[in-house]
């Protein structure tokens, strides 16, 4: 792969990271609003931690395009 692929790759990735931030962040203001409304929040609650996990895997996605590029 080229230079100019990794570095396309790269920006897409830390647009993924930016994204996924803001997911969690929303969800968990989700499940904060349910709780402090008394509300199960059992569901949101594990989508919270579906979207911890992809955001980590997207975390480690850009870390080893950065990787490559640096080498």
């Known amino acids: 792969m080229d230079r100019e692929m990794q570095l396309q790759h790269l920006a897409e990735a830390e647009r993924h990271v ?3 931030h803001e997911h969690v962040a929303r969800q968990r203001e989700v499940v904060a609003q349910l709780e ?24 480690e996605h850009y870390a080893s395009i950065k990787r490559e590029l640096e080498c």
Do not use: P, S
């Open 18 to 20: 930016t994204e996924g």
């Open 36 to 59: 402090r409304d008394g509300h199960d929040a059992t569901e949101a609650r594990k989508l919270l931690a579906t979207f911890e996990v992809t955001q980590r895997g997207h975390e």
